[in-house]
């Protein structure tokens, strides 16, 4: 049996209709920039998560460095975030000159930990003094809503307006997750998202969009992403080049009607994968299942399940057991940002961050995505015991 990590072949053979026809549309109208399917999935969007303002741009990565340029951070500028996320994160604070200041997360999320945060801004704990950011230079923080969970915005966003820094939330991955009925990319000054084809909401290219809380800055956004002009050639900003494709647009319009659905399936996967694992006996025996810890009755929150990860030792023997067996995997993310090179000259040892180092050894992601069936998911729970039991 071979199960690949994400299959988007199946999915396409279920919308192809619908996405046929849309793709079509556009090529009859000839409108490849800015055309009318931008605006009406900008408007879905925003609907669909309940933000104020919401603006199509080329890519998750640059969602962010757009939020970044909204509220001009500068060069010597310090961006508190997580070490634990694709690098897109701490490389849009770097390329306006500003410092990433990777603060470790909790075990069970993977997500930044509010409480370290906290430290950190108090002064109180080894990373400040070794940092030594001076305060006002502090403009802003990222949470990342890693593998479809949102990160805990409640002491997230209680600390920012205490600090009075900026929220912008990387919402990659999680479009449609929520905490305390909250929708990701709705409770910060901004909401990042990525439609990277593997994404939940996919598009068949790069795309992203941008959501905003404050009118203001919305307008700002709005002209940087076309290079800060408004009207046509009257530049108030240098902004850059980052619109929305119409043609992916239009591709995630269709997409968009069936996010629920697919998100629904992934977390039934996702709980009998848990369900599998615990009866197969091997949590004893030392893998540790995902923790919903914003997606439990307690909070209402809703893990999306981009990503299912587990943590284990030995598992890059795994990863070599699980491709033998053809069973698609991956390893999000192995280099924590603070271990990265091109972050060396900023000085973090691997220890400053101790669950995201830990994190980057352990964590493998397994197969999940609507259309795979119970007898494949029970495959790759069997052959992982296999593995585990020698
Ligand atoms: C957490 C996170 N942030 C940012 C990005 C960047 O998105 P994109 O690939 O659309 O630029 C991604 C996607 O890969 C991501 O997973």
């Known amino acids: 049996m ?4 994400l299959d988007l072949t199946a999915q396409y053979d279920f919308i192809k209709t619908e996405v046929d026809e849309a793709v079509q549309n556009v090529l ?3 409108h490849f920039i800015m055309g009318e399917p931008v605006k009406k999935f900008e408007s879905k969007v925003n609907g669909y998560i309940g933000s104020n303002y919401a603006f199509g741009c080329a890519s998750g990565s640059d969602a962010l460095l757009l939020a970044l340029m909204a509220i001009d951070i500068q060069p010597g ?58 305060k006002e230079k502090i403009k802003a923080i990222i949470p990342v809503h890693l ?27 999680s479009i449609g997750s929520k905490y305390k009925d909250h929708s990701a990319g709705t409770m910060g ?11 939940n909401l996919g598009a068949y290219g790069d795309a992203g969009l941008i959501t905003v809380k404050d009118e203001g800055l919305a307008e700002k956004v709005d002209m940087l992403r076309l290079h800060g002009a408004r009207p046509k050639y009257h530049h108030k900003y240098v902004g850059i080049n980052s619109r929305l494709d119409t043609i992916q647009a239009a591709i995630l ?71 033998e067996k053809g069973i698609g995997h ?33 964590v493998i992601s397994l197969p999940i995505y609507p259309e795979l069936t119970e007898e494949k998911i029970q495959y790759v729970v069997k052959t992982i015991s296999e593995f585990i039991r020698g």
């Open 2 to 5: 071979r199960i690949p990590l």
């Open 28 to 30: 009859d109208t000839q």
């Open 77 to 134: 500028d310090y961006v508190i975030t997580s070490p634990f996320t694709f690098f897109a994160t701490a490389g849009a604070i770097s390329r306006l000159g500003a410092i990433p200041i990777f603060i470790d997360v909790e075990y069970d999320s993977f997500n930044i930990d509010p409480e370290k945060v906290r430290a950190f801004l108090e002064g109180e704990d080894e990373l400040a003094k070794k940092i030594n950011a001076p």
């Open 147 to 173: 593998y479809g969970q949102v990160a805990d915005m409640d002491p997230i966003m209680n600390i920012a307006k205490e600090y009075n820094l900026f929220v912008i939330e990387d919402a990659a991955q």
């Open 189 to 199: 000054d901004f909401g990042c998202f990525s439609f990277f084809p593997s994404k």
């Open 253 to 323: 319009e269709v997409k968009l009607k069936y996010l629920e659905e697919w998100s629904t399936r992934r977390r039934e996967i996702a709980l009998l994968y848990n369900e599998l694992f615990e009866e197969a006996g091997l949590i004893r025996e030392g893998i540790t299942l995902p923790k919903e810890t914003t997606g439990n009755p307690e909070t209402s929150g809703v893990h999306i399940y981009h990503q299912y990860t587990v943590r284990i030792n030995h598992r890059d023997e795994l990863a070599k057991h699980l491709k």
């Open 330 to 362: 991956a390893v999000y993310y192995p280099i924590p940002l603070h271990e990265q090179e091109c972050f060396a000259g900023l000085g973090y040892q691997s220890m400053d961050c101790p669950i995201a180092y830990e994190a980057g050894r352990q």
